[in-house]
């Protein structure tokens, strides 16, 4: 017997197309799971976060429910993981203890959308499932209709080939981008996360001859594999849940132009044949289609991974990889390029002026400070410390006591010593004032939240 609400859910959506996987290191609770669930969802198990992993890298994989405490990696420190790779999957955490403290950490640390208590009641967990798998299809809807309208909304945008250091420490990074860009030669751009790499990728673009032609991009680590396939090749009515129509793929919405595959070295096993077909022939076929769609694109991709190192671990192909690599380029770190510091300043802070009631003079030592620090985060960190010090601004004098530095003892302790208390002690009354919530506490502080609990970490405050 099932309640009326639950039928009604069952109406809106055939939830046996939508994968459960459950993660426990006790075999017997995972047996249990499926001779309570298997007739009426599709069930998938693991008995390790590892094993888990891999199941979604190859699987779509809707709803993930996993155990508290597991040896290994446990079960938040999982969901921290799942959240970054697999955006779209709802995630519950199963444990034997209800407490607030746990709960708190499941869903600050683990992103969870629902907190199962061991001994769990098959009524009560059913509703759960289904309202997780409504909650699934309602996100996959909206991933595809905003990947959709990104695409869009990037061939209506301007571009521009205005890059900051380009007489400073980019230099020879672009004169090497300039002179490919009048090929159509594949390009791999290699650096860390926040360096630009997808500002390079449209230099690359405007300088050649496509430039009046899309420059459509794509986070190959945004999406779950079968979501990635989509929004690659496209699809045809009927492919599955929910394809009404044939829909054109980021490939076809790029031809005539340029593709930029960000994360490439994160895509599955599988996608990775199909990417592999396309630098070969040119052609590829949308899911559930039989016919050959031949396209003119020229791909550039990009990774702040060390794919050689991918290789010789087989989680990525060799000859996919040669195809990639036909012409490398590295983009230096800014910590690499310390001179590039005061020109990207003065240009975000004319870019967020709108942020200050008026323009702000630098204050001394102010430069000093950021050519010494580290920026882990780079370009991306640093424009956003540039927003956050604009805010929080209450005269025209911008200073180093504006701006979150990461602490670095071995270069002028003296500023590093100063502004680390101060983050650690902003930082410590942010959650404390937040209930432990690093979201809200984040929010508060003008951070982001990746960035906020990097450095709560750092200061042994998570």
């Avoid at 289609?289 to 396209?295: A, D, H, I, W």
């Amino acid at each position: 017997m099932t309640s009326s609400g639950e039928t009604e859910l069952e109406d809106q959506l055939d939830v046996k197309q939508l994968p459960i996987l459950y993660v426990d290191d006790e075999q017997d609770n995972l047996e249990l799971f499926s001779i309570h669930f298997q007739e009426d969802f599709t069930i998938h198990t693991a008995t390790s976060a590892e094993e888990g992993m891999k199941l979604l890298g190859s699987g779509d994989i809707a709803v993930l429910l996993t155990d508290e405490r597991m040896p290994g990696m446990n079960g938040i420190e999982f969901l921290g993981q799942v959240v970054n790779r697999f955006p779209e999957v709802i995630r519950i955490i199963v444990s034997a203890y209800s407490d607030s403290d746990r709960l708190l950490r499941a869903i600050n640390h683990g992103h969870a959308h629902e907190y199962i208590v061991k001994p769990w009641r098959r009524k009560e967990l059913r509703e759960c499932l289904l309202r997780s798998l409504t909650m699934a299809h309602r996100r996959r809807t909206l991933f595809r209709r905003a990947a959709l309208a990104e695409v869009l909304t990037e061939e209506l945008q301007p571009t521009s080939t205005d890059i900051v250091g380009e007489d400073g420490g980019l230099k020879d990074v672009l004169t090497i981008a300039r002179k490919v860009a009048r090929t159509e030669t594949t390009v791999l751009i290699r650096g860390e996360t926040g360096t630009g790499k997808e500002v390079l990728a449209r230099y690359i673009h405007d300088q050649s001859d496509r430039n009046g032609k899309p420059f459509v991009k794509v986070n190959c680590a945004a999406l779950s594999e079968t979501l990635l396939e989509s929004e690659l090749f496209g699809h045809e009515k009927g492919a599955f849940t929910d394809a009404r129509s044939r829909r054109l793929g980021r490939f076809e919405l790029a031809d005539g132009g340029t593709i930029f595959l960000d994360e490439i070295g994160d895509i599955s096993s599988r996608l990775q044949v199909m990417l592999l077909r396309v630098l070969q022939e040119r052609e590829f076929e949308r899911v559930g289609g039989t016919k050959p769609v031949s396209v003119n694109v020229r791909v550039i991709a990009a990774t702040n991974r060390h794919l050689e190192e991918a290789v010789e671990e087989g989680e990525f192909r060799q000859d996919l990889y040669y195809r990639l690599n036909v012409f490398p380029v590295n983009l230096p770190a800014l910590r690499e390029r310390p001179e590039d510091i005061g020109p990207l300043l003065r240009f975000f802070l004319d870019k967020y002026r709108h942020l200050s009631r008026q323009t702000p003079r630098l204050g001394e030592g102010l430069l000093e400070a950021l050519e010494q620090n580290d920026w882990p985060g780079n370009i991306r960190e640093f424009e956003n410390m540039v927003q956050r010090a604009l805010v929080i601004l209450d005269d025209d004098v911008l200073g180093p006591e504006h701006f979150y530095f990461d602490v670095m003892p071995n270069k002028r302790p003296t500023i590093r010593e100063e502004q680390g208390k101060k983050q650690r002690d902003e930082i410590r009354s942010a959650l404390e004032q937040n209930d432990g919530n690093c979201t809200r506490a984040a929010k508060s502080l003008g951070l982001a939240r990746t960035t906020f609990t990097s450095r709560a970490k750092k200061f042994g405050l998570l």
